[in-house]
């Protein structure tokens, strides 16, 4: 089993950064695909940003390209989103979670996860 937990969500006004953790336990991860997705209520979770085993392959939603950057530190069982030039719509909570699919490439359905996290809500105020 593999435990994730996010951190670092909170309030802050358009145009703020935040940087969101996603800590692992339980087994290392540093050889899975992991990813950042969103949810706010009534609507699907959606896919933010992923990242390859190596760190080497992301990949972005179209609305974070520029804005967003995903990292990993697979000493520290660590995953990170650093996110810029935040707007209200960027409001949701914010999952990480990891993939035991034996492959190298960023998937981007949340069905492709088997472990998700708890969440942590981001607010942008206007």
């Known amino acids: 089993q593999v435990q994730l937990v996010e951190s670092g969500g909170g309030l802050v006004q358009a145009g703020d950064s935040l940087r969101l953790s996603c800590a692992a336990s339980g087994r290392t991860v540093s050889s899975q695909t992991m990813a950042w997705f969103r949810q706010v209520p009534g609507k699907e979770r959606e896919f933010v940003a992923g990242?390859?085993?190596?760190?080497?392959?992301?990949s972005y939603a179209d609305a974070e390209k520029g804005r967003f950057a995903i990292s990993r530190d697979n000493a520290g069982n660590m995953m990170y989103l650093q996110m810029n030039s935040l707007q209200p719509e960027d409001t949701a909570v914010y999952y990480c979670?990891?993939?035991?699919?034996?492959?190298?490439?960023?998937?981007?359905?949340?069905?492709?996860?088997?472990?998700w996290g708890q969440g942590t809500q981001v607010t942008v105020s206007s």
């Open positions: 979670a990891v993939s035991w699919k034996p492959i190298a490439t960023v998937l981007i359905h949340s069905n492709e996860y088997d472990y």
């Open positions: 990242i390859t085993w190596s760190g080497e392959g992301t």
